[in-house]
């Protein structure tokens, strides 16, 4: 039996499944991971330098230095088959949620409703002095008419991405809810993820701990492979595909 034969019937039998994703569900989309040397968001820069809440309040030019280039590198990507094998597991009644550490907001995108994003998202950007938001677009125009390259809000303020930077607590609510489907999941996915960033790698630990079991599919040793009922360490993509095709769904589940 094949390792996506196996997850197939582990699907099949689950009266829950979640899906928690990291970064490397996205590469395929053409947007790097974190920590891959040489080509990782952090390889040639020092988070803390230009990612981190304090850096945003001293200096937001040097800020957004960086994450107007992050935002102009999302701005033409796609969902790749596995965003879209995702959304299509959920509309076929197989997966209850996504879970995912990412920004880019692609899971949006390829369909998935039922989507926790723990680390926010680049969708908007807000203004911590009066709480107003604006749409991504609107924050791009923004920067783009600022001399110093600094989006702002109405009242003068720069505005912030609504995504978790370092020395921020990640949305209550949404790791609440996070932990609620962790806990109540018969099978939970780990895709393309490290699990090795807190307090999110602590969800797989809560499904295991209430009796569940994990799968890990991703590329990379992660501290939980012993402890995973399926292992799958090959192209995310194909390796999805795979499972696709061991659950033998119609295809009237991919289409939106």
């Known amino acids: 039996m094949t390792a996506a034969t196996a997850l197939a019937e582990l699907i099949r039998a689950a009266g829950s499944v979640v899906a928690l994703t990291g970064a490397g569900i996205s590469v395929p989309s053409g947007i790097p991971d974190f920590r891959s040397p040489g080509t990782g968001l952090w390889a040639n820069v020092d988070p803390m330098e230009v990612a981190h809440i304090d850096v945003f309040r001293r200096d937001p030019e040097r800020f957004w230095r960086f994450?107007?280039?992050?935002?102009?590198?999302?701005?033409?990507?796609?969902?790749?088959?596995?965003?879209?094998?995702?959304?299509?597991?959920?509309?076929?009644?197989?997966?209850?949620?996504?879970?995912?550490?990412?920004?880019?907001?692609?899971?949006?995108?390829?369909?998935?409703?039922?989507?926790?994003?723990?680390?926010?998202?680049?969708?908007?950007?807000?203004?911590?002095?009066?709480?107003?938001?604006?749409?991504?677009?609107?924050?791009?125009?923004?920067?783009?008419?600022?001399?110093?390259?600094?989006?702002?809000?109405?009242?003068?303020?720069?505005?912030?991405?609504?995504?978790?930077?370092?020395?921020?607590?990640?949305?209550?609510?949404?790791?609440?809810?996070?932990?609620?489907?962790?806990?109540?999941a018969d099978l939970m996915l780990c895709i393309g993820s490290s699990l090795e960033v807190y307090p999110v790698a602590q969800l797989p630990l809560v499904t295991l701990g209430a009796g569940g079991k994990i799968a890990i599919l991703t590329q990379g040793r992660t501290p939980l492979d012993d402890r995973a009922t399926i292992r799958m360490g090959g192209d995310i993509v194909l390796e999805l595909d795979a499972l696709l095709d061991a659950l033998a769904l119609p295809a009237a589940v991919f289409t939106r």
């Not at 009644?93 to 369909?111: E, F, P, Y």
């Not at 989006?151 to 995504?163: F, N, T």
């Open 67 to 184: 994450y107007g280039e992050r935002f102009q590198t999302l701005e033409d990507k796609s969902p790749n088959r596995a965003h879209l094998a995702l959304a299509g597991l959920e509309r076929a009644g197989l997966l209850d949620a996504v879970i995912t550490q990412n920004i880019d907001r692609l899971h949006a995108r390829a369909g998935s409703r039922e989507l926790i994003e723990v680390h926010g998202t680049i969708a908007t950007s807000s203004c911590l002095r009066c709480g107003a938001a604006y749409a991504l677009a609107g924050v791009r125009a923004r920067r783009l008419a600022d001399e110093r390259g600094v989006p702002r809000c109405d009242c003068g303020e720069p505005l912030k991405p609504d995504v978790v930077l370092f020395g921020e607590y990640l949305p209550a609510g949404a790791l609440a809810r996070a932990e609620e489907l962790a806990a109540d």
